[in-house]
């Protein structure tokens, strides 16, 4: 039986503020991806992060990822797509 679960979730990103101005947009990416594990429980390498959120965090450059953002996470057959919400 295929096992497909649906959760939105807000992601504080303010940790990514504690990284030097040029790794704040990576960092933030990274902390979206761990979040993504930890609450699906799936490994880290088990989650894609779909192009429109990787959009949205680089929107206003490297040193300035926005300090939260909401996220839809669907699970499907041990891996996790993280989109925006429609």
Same mark, same amino acid.
């Given at each position: 039986m295929a096992e497909e679960l649906e959760r939105i979730y807000t992601i504080n990103l303010s940790r990514a503020l504690s990284v030097p101005r040029k790794k704040r947009a990576p960092r933030a990416l990274r902390l979206i991806r761990e979040f993504a594990a930890r609450h699906?429980? &799936?490994e880290a390498e088990d989650? +894609?992060?779909e192009p429109? &959120?990787?959009e949205a965090i680089w929107k !206003?450059?490297?040193e +300035?990822?926005? !300090?939260?953002i909401t996220v839809k996470m669907v699970k499907e057959e041990g891996m996790v !797509? &993280?989109?925006?919400p429609e």
């Open positions: 699906m429980k &799936v989650v +894609k992060i429109e &959120v990787n !206003r450059g490297i +300035k990822p926005p !300090r939260r !797509r &993280v989109s925006l």
